[in-house]
């Protein structure tokens, strides 16, 4: 098996949480391993299964529960490159973001991984630095169901793209805030932002005092999302400077919590948005939200019907990397801070960020 079919094979894994695999592995944990090579980290995956013996792999490619086939467990491990010496001492990642002290600087951006205390306690357990919680509102949200689907090569199933028509937080306000106070609670040393979004000067105020009241730790203005249902929420905003200015002034006089304003790519000259933002006193930058997109095709479409929504994941980091390279570049804007979203997937995608 060359190195490209490790490669192939190990992203079919459907990353199960509490994986069959490694349960029914004596010694190991082949389902580390297997994330070990997904997420670019090969030469460290031996140590999860230096020890197995191949029956033990045997059995865990038998519990693997993979729709179609199962995962080629044994055949990755036996073509692993040379393990590398893990270094006793690591560096740290802490970074200083907007005054706060974070652990390191991976965050997870505001979506439907992070809609409930669960899933966060669990990614702060797993090592993650903060959240970025699903955006709050004051609208009730009635989702769609499917809302979601990836776009991935027919040839061996690898996943390039996603396509969501997922708006806000379907919880009432106080329920998602009394999550964050809970979170801010019991995981002090990691990062609470709470994402929310207005429809009114007096709905992104009484929003930002909710989220300050809980104790979060910043703010974030989703001033992006492509797919709302009313008018003159998410991109409707981004795309509008002077709304830009006004709602990020507004919250900045309201709080004393950094506030971030979440820009769109749905624009053609980002720094405009964002100028206006800086100029309204903005602590730093999101960028980038989903990229306006049709949705979905005949396997996924709802009662037949298609709308536009956003479009995310690996295919949109190079459109990521030009927005914040634009805005990088503005000598008004050399002193603002970035978090930079888009298709991340790996660590060599977030060090091309850094
Ligand atoms: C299913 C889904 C739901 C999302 N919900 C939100 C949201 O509530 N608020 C927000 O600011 N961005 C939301 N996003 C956008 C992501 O935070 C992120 O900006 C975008 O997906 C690009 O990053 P990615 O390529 O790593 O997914 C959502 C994205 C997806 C795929």
Redesign the pocket.
Known sequence: MRQFHIDEEASRCLLCADAPCSHACRVGDPARAIRAVRFDNAKLAWKWVKDCSDADLDAAQQACIHYDRPIRIGEIVKNLPEAVEERDELPSLSIDFCGIKCENPFFL????VCTNYEMVARAFEMGWGGV?Y??ICLQDINEVSP??DAMSNSANGDFYG?R?M????ENPAEVDFDILKRLKENYPSKVVVA?IMGQTEEEWIELAKMAEAAGVDAV?L?F??PQMRLTGMGSDVGQDSELVLFYTAYVKRNVSIPVIP?MTPNITHISQPAMASYFAGADAISV???IKSITMDERGAVTDKKTVS?Y???A??PI?LRFILEMTKNPIMKNVQYSG????ETWRDALEFI
Do not use: D, H, P, Y
């Not at 951006?109 to 439907?112: E, L």
């Not at 979203?341 to 991340?344: A, D, F, M, Q, S």
């Open positions: 951006a505001s979506s439907s970025f699903k955006t809302r979601f996603f969501n997922e708006q806000l937080s994402s974030e989703n992006s999302c979440k980038i939200n989903t956003g995310s994941g690996r949109v980091k990521a979203i888009g298709g991340i």
